[in-house]
Every structure is written in structure tokens, then in C-alpha cells.
């Protein structure tokens, strides 16, 4: 347990920045800034070190710049700053750490007080303001975004964006990239499309919440529903709770703790009483932000039990689909290759189910890349506001995967999905890859299995 800091009273005098390292020594665990031995272990493992070869790029080395501000060695500045938001948070760290620091936890710890206390303009506020607390918590909001999105793509109007020339006007390259390769968004997500209820096919092994996200919902709506019908085939009775929200992962990561918790606290009362027996997510992110949210509501008696509970429950589809019954999978010629979500392997620590799902589906031939464990330059929103870093990590990863002469591009997570169709489209792949999730292949292997032995009973 983290030792309490002494509460130190703000002064008027104060600058913002000697606010912002009061507010950190009352944030940042103390007990877990000291567990690290500096070993560096954590080096090699690192994105943002091996891009730029510096210590404060570093693990170890922000971990040095937040314990010098918890003993008041220094004062926090803008280079500070920088160097916690210039982390990925792939959590890669985590996994190469002897003395397993949960590095994660420290910089969201640092990024709530700079969140709170360091200057920023008034737009970025807004901004922040209006997307962590207004835009993804709200289902309205989220589904008029995809019939926007939907509008947009079907109407012609991308097409016209892009065939004008102003997309190279508006857009930077990698954002024009981006758009080119945005999927068919709706308004209509997984409850519109299945209802709230699947029931098992089967012998029954147990009951399960789907955990519908909020991107998810929108932006790949059909994986959504994949992902009950697959829960279904394995033998599981399928809820899918209607007041539940999004999981908290970007306002955690974005600093705004306070919006985290209000997030965590609406989805435990809304798969209370749901009676389930797991909760399954279908993207690394969330599941890996679902499963803290015991750590997140500690301090909250009347929650903290139920974020145990909670947490205790989150499994990722792989996991549950790889323990059900035996799915009717169908042949799938291809040549297979896998990009882990950095959050299902270093936050969920699943990395073993996702691989034996896809070696089972016949008639493919499956290629591990290498690296796969490197994060892929997506993390949330970094592609957009680190593009630089981003899209020189994804090159990087496009090279290794070009070895692997695959058909398709396997991976578990909407983020890094999107960021691997761009990679595609970068190395000039697209004629010859695609990126899918691994629910969408398994779905697309069930249904030609199911096809296959209605064929056979005729």
C-alpha cells in the first residue's frame, strides 16, 4: 500500500507548475516509485527508447524524473510534461520488469495531476473537456457520430474529399491515410442489431456480459455482433446490459482520473445485476482498463468490493471462446499472421489463447512475426497527436511483417486494427493483405464450417 504523503495547503504565490509537483506528491504511490532497481531491464522493451536512445525516454528514466519530484529534487516543467505524455503506455515495460513495477499506474498517476494542475490552453481544455466527459460516455452522441461517419463514406462525399485534392489541402498525410482507410461506421451497434439477449447453443457453459465498448460499437458494430455469436456457438448465454458505458481507457490515460471513476462506477452497476458469470471484452484496451477497476476505486468503500467482483469476472473473448465448447470451423485458405494489443498482452496478460484459436482454424498456415510484441504506434490516440513517433514505429512494423508474406493480418483490438490497415496501405501491401480482427476470421470460419455441415446432412 502506498505510504499517505503528507498534505501540503496551496499557496496563493504558488505557480502552476510548483502546483503541479504538490499535486504529484499527493498522487503518485510512493511505495511503487522505490520498487524500481533501476536494473533496465525495462530498456529494450521500450518504443519511445529505441526510437530516440535517450534515458528520459525511458521507463527507468521517467520513473527517476517522478521520483525526483515526489522527494522534491526538482520542480516539474514542460520537458517533464512531455516526457510522461510522450510515452505510449504499451506497458511493454511491465512485462521485461524483475520487480514488476506497474508502470502503468505511475504515469496515469502523473498524468491525472498534470491533467489537473499543469497550464493549458483554454481550447486543448475544452477539448479534452468535451470528449472524455461529453462525447465517448454518451451512447446519443456516439451514435450520431456513426451516422455521420456513414453519411460521409456512402454518400460519396470521402470519394469527392479525397478525388478533389482537399483532403491534401485540410488534411496532413497521415491523418489523409487515415481517413482512406476508416471502416463503414453506423449508428445501429450490436443491442440495434441482436437485441440484449443470445442464448447458448449447446451444453451450457455459463452466462456471460458482453462488454460492447464505445469506438467498438460504432466503428465495428458487426465484430460486436461476432463476438455474441461466437459466445453463443462456444455454449454461453449472452447478455448485454444497455446502460453500460464506455470503459474509462482514454480518460485514464488522458489524466482525467475523476471521469475514469464516474465510468467505472456506471459499469458496475450496470452488469450487477446482469447475474453473469464473465464479463468478455473483445478489445485489448478496454479489457485492460476493466480489470483495474478495482485498483481504480480502492479508496471507495461503497464501490470497492464490486470493482473486486468486477474485475474478477473480465475475461477477453479468446480466453472464453478457447475454454468453450468446440466451435464448427470451417477451411480458410490463407497464410495467418498476429500483431498482440499491447493492453491484452502486457495489461490482461493474454497472449497464448489468441494464437492457439488461430493455428485451430483449418486450412491455414500460421506465421508468428516477429516482434509482435512491439506496440504498433496506435495507443489511443497517439497516432494522431505523436504522428512522427507513431508512424515511424509502424513502418518499422510493416518491415516485419512484409517477412512474413501473409494474407491476413490478425490482431484484437479496434486501435491497433485501424493503425495495421494503414501500415498496409503505407507499405503498399493493400493488393495482397488485409487486417481483420480475430473474431471477424473466426466468425467468417464458423459460418463456412456451419455451411459445410448443413451441405453434409442434405
Not at 504511490?29 to 533496465?40: A, K, P, V
Not at 473483445?282 to 476505486?297: K, T
Not at 496506435?378 to 512484409?402: C, F, Q, W
Request: proline share 5%.
Amino acid at each position: 500500500m502506498a505510504t499517505a504523503p503528507e498534505k501540503r495547503a496551496w499557496t496563493p504565490t504558488d505557480s502552476p507548475w510548483e502546483t503541479l509537483g504538490k499535486g504529484m506528491k499527493l498522487t503518485l504511490d510512493s511505495d511503487e516509485l522505490t520498487h524500481c532497481m533501476r536494473c533496465g531491464f525495462c530498456l529494450p522493451a521500450c518504443p519511445t527508447y529505441r526510437e530516440t536512445g535517450r534515458e528520459a525516454a525511458s521507463p527507468r528514466g521517467r520513473i527517476a524524473l517522478m521520483k525526483a519530484v515526489n522527494d522534491g529534487l526538482m520542480a516539474p516543467d514542460e520537458a517533464f510534461v512531455d516526457q510522461m505524455n510522450y510515452c505510449l503506455g504499451c506497458r511493454a515495460c511491465e512485462s521485461a520488469c524483475p520487480a514488476d513495477v506497474k508502470f502503468g499506474r505511475l504515469l496515469e498517476q502523473s498524468r491525472a495531476a498534470i491533467h489537473e494542475h499543469a497550464p493549458r490552453s483554454r481550447r486543448v481544455r475544452w477539448m479534452e473537456n468535451f470528449f472524455f466527459r461529453r462525447f465517448f460516455p454518451s451512447r446519443g452522441k456516439l451514435r450520431l457520430a456513426g451516422a455521420l461517419m456513414a453519411f460521409y463514406r456512402k454518400s460519396g462525399l470521402r470519394w469527392l474529399f479525397h478525388r478533389s485534392g482537399l483532403a491534401r489541402v485540410i488534411l496532413p498525410e497521415h491523418l489523409r491515410q487515415m481517413d482512406e482507410v476508416l471502416p463503414a461506421a453506423s449508428s445501429k451497434g450490436v443491442v440495434e442489431r441482436t437485441g440484449t439477449f443470445i442464448p447458448a447453443k449447446g451444453e451450457s457453459r455459463g452466462r456471460v456480459g458482453l462488454f460492447r465498448g464505445c469506438i467498438m460499437d460504432v466503428a465495428f458494430a458487426e465484430t460486436n455482433c461476432n463476438t455474441a455469436e461466437l459466445l453463443s456457438a462456444a455454449g454461453y448465454e449472452v447478455v448485454i446490459p444497455e446502460t453500460q458505458t464506455c470503459c474509462g481507457a482514454l480518460q485514464a490515460h488522458g489524466g482525467d482520473e475523476e471521469q475514469a471513476k464516474e465510468q467505472a462506477r456506471a459499469n458496475i452497476r450496470a452488469f450487477k445485476d446482469a447475474k453473469v458469470d464473465w464479463i468478455a471484452s473483445n478489445a485489448g484496451g478496454c479489457g485492460a482498463q476493466l480489470v483495474e477497476f478495482p485498483y481504480l476505486l480502492r479508496d471507495e468503500p461503497e464501490y470497492a468490493e464490486e470493482a473486486r467482483r468486477f474485475g474478477d469476472r473480465i475475461r477477453d473473448i479468446s480466453q472464453l471462446i478457447a475454454s468453450g465448447n468446440p466451435l464448427p470451423l470451417g477451411e480458410v485458405d490463407a497464410c495467418i499472421t498476429y500483431q498482440d494489443s499491447c493492453h491484452l498482452r502486457n495489461g490482461m496478460k493474454v497472449s497464448r489463447e489468441p494464437r492457439q484459436l488461430l493455428s485451430a482454424i483449418p486450412g491455414t498456415r500460421y506465421m508468428e512475426l516477429v516482434e509482435s510484441d512491439r506496440c504498433c504506434g496506435s495507443a489511443g490516440i497517439y497516432n494522431l497527436t505523436r504522428p512522427e513517433t507513431s508512424m515511424s514505429l509502424l513502418d518499422g512494423k510493416m518491415e516485419h511483417v512484409k517477412e512474413t508474406a501473409a494474407d491476413l493480418l490478425v490482431t484484437t483490438n479496434p486501435g491497433c486494427l485501424l493503425q495495421m490497415k494503414l501500415g498496409i496501405q503505407r507499405a503498399g501491401l493493400e493488393d495482397r493483405m488485409q487486417a481483420v480482427h480475430l473474431v471477424d476470421l473466426l466468425a467468417e470460419s464458423v459460418r463456412k464450417g456451419t455451411r459445410a455441415s448443413d451441405e453434409n446432412e442434405k
